[in-house]
């Protein structure tokens, strides 16, 4: 059985950080393409950021360039995204997703709000 459970979130204020980080099992995480979606209240779940099996290339929404990095952990078959300078429209919920061709699962999200 796949899971992904994402963990990290919570109540910042503007420009502070957020660290999360999303633990993998079931599959062979070496293997999968990894990335960040987040979903904000009333709008379509959009992609933040993406890295390759190795963490060789990765690319991210022009929204968080500069503010946010993606990076990945093999051998503990975890994902993290470093979350930096904050903003109020960062506030969503946030989604693990790992892809192999036409294989994909999902976490359950965490919730990021940033507020003051």
């Known amino acids: 059985q796949v899971q992904l459970v994402e963990s990290g979130g919570g109540l910042v204020q503007p420009g502070g950080s957020l660290r999360l980080s999303c633990v993998a099992s079931?599959?062979?995480?070496?293997?999968?393409?990894m990335s960040w979606y987040r979903q904000a209240p009333g709008k379509e779940r959009e992609l933040v950021a993406h890295i390759t099996l190795f963490g060789g290339s990765t690319n991210y929404a022009d929204s968080v360039k500069g503010r946010f990095t993606i990076s990945r952990d093999n051998a503990k078959k975890t994902l993290y995204l470093q979350m930096n300078s904050l903003k109020l429209e960062d506030t969503a919920v946030y989604y693990c997703n790992a892809r192999l061709g036409s294989m994909t699962y999902w976490g359950q999200g965490t919730q990021v709000t940033v507020s003051s």
């Open positions: 079931g599959l062979p995480f070496s293997s999968y393409a």
